[in-house]
């Protein structure tokens, strides 16, 4: 009997023990969901912002990106925001604390290089929230410098979104007769972004190098170049400007170029050198004709290689000291350039640089 007791009491211990960890692991097991906690905050966040004088326009980057732990799941959003002279960073970070303490959420605010401040908002230890403000120079707003980015040979995909997607102008040249010129010019049309005809020219290496045959040649007399410029023209309506593909030997040639950038004036177009050749008399012939123009000033992607890219970017960064405009080409079979530009578009856009559409730059030349 005793026994028999001793064993009672033994299960008992046992189930009593097996309960304990049961709810321990319902307990610590569970994982917490804050998904619908971390987007309320961020959209709570935004709005002080916005009444603190923060613009749309100031933010210069966006993450959001979905997070799970073993005790956890959330949305981790960050933002950069360029700071105008005009905001009170103090008060707008004051008010920022305020909204996360109402949700029981710790503030943490640390400083950065170069003058970075960064606004971290955890909840239980959890990092909900990122804000980085990178306040721009009064000197450099003041100087309006502008940036204008081209994307060459369009038409051969018609999808673009590796540089739509990065949300700032980008001007695209399309070839003509390629399989998507057409539907490429309908959709960037619709999108209200402007293009321009990328014309085939007659290189220096030619017969080597073939411009194909929608291109324009030193032996094309004027009207022969007329006939295939309209041509061309008419498989990417809606276009406002005109940039040579290739033609080292043909944008050389003052004659011929006199020939074809009267037609384009015609047209009632702008030109843009892409200067393939130190021997372009594109400039000069466009004063001559009066003709609203201007010149590439670089090719980022010569190598689709990320580091070669980046020097690039980085020496376009260092010529805004001096200048209040530039020019760049890219090339849309490039596959490390998308990447690479929206790295530098929060760095270009911390030194007061706007990045514009090609005729904005054109209207102001």
């Known amino acids: 009997m005793t026994d028999s007791k001793g064993i009672i009491k033994i299960l008992y211990a046992v189930i009593l023990c097996l309960i304990g960890v049961l709810l321990w692991v319902l307990w610590h097991g569970t994982r917490q969901n804050y ?114 980015m081209v994307i060459d040979d369009i038409g051969y995909t018609r999808d673009l979104s590796a540089f739509t ?89 003052a004659e011929k170029m006199r020939i074809l950038l009267s037609l384009v004036k015609e047209q009632k177009l702008f030109y843009f050198d892409s200067y393939t050749t130190p021997h372009s008399v594109a400039g000069s012939v466009a004063r001559e004709l009066h003709l609203a123009s201007a010149t590439n000033q670089l090719f980022v992607d010569e190598k689709d290689d990320a580091v070669y890219m980046q020097r690039q970017f980085d020496d376009i960064l260092k010529k805004f000291q001096k200048l209040d405009r530039f020019i760049a080409i890219g090339h849309i079979q490039k596959k490390n350039l998308p990447a690479v530009l929206k790295h530098y578009i929060p760095l270009f856009k911390a030194q007061g640089i706007e990045f514009v559409y090609l005729p904005a730059l054109i209207e102001q030349q």
């Open 35 to 148: 998904t619908d906690l971390s987007w309320k905050f961020d959209a709570t966040l935004t709005d002080t912002m916005v009444a603190g004088g923060i613009k749309n326009s100031d933010i210069v980057s966006r993450v959001q990106d979905e997070k799970k732990s073993a005790r956890a799941s959330w949305t981790f959003y960050s933002k950069e925001i360029l700071l105008s002279p005009s905001v009170d960073l103090k008060k707008l970070i004051s008010a920022c604390e305020s909204a996360a303490k109402k949700r029981r959420m710790v503030v943490r605010v640390s400083g950065g290089a170069p003058g970075k401040t960064t606004v971290d908002f955890t909840y239980r230890n959890i990092l909900l929230s990122r804000v980085i403000f990178m306040p721009a120079s009064a000197s450099s707003a003041s100087a309006h410098k502008r940036f204008a």
């Open 165 to 253: 997607d990065l949300g700032i102008p980008i001007t695209f040249a399309v070839m003509p007769y390629e399989l998507y010129s057409r539907r490429i010019a309908q959709d960037l049309t619709q999108k209200k972004m402007p293009y321009i005809l990328h014309l085939p020219m007659e290189p220096e290496a030619y017969p080597k190098i073939d411009p194909g045959k929608a291109a324009v040649m030193t032996a094309m007399n004027a009207e022969e170049i007329k006939h295939k410029f309209l041509s061309d023209l008419a498989t990417v309506p809606g276009v406002v400007g005109v940039s040579n593909h290739m033609g080292s030997r043909f944008s050389a040639n």
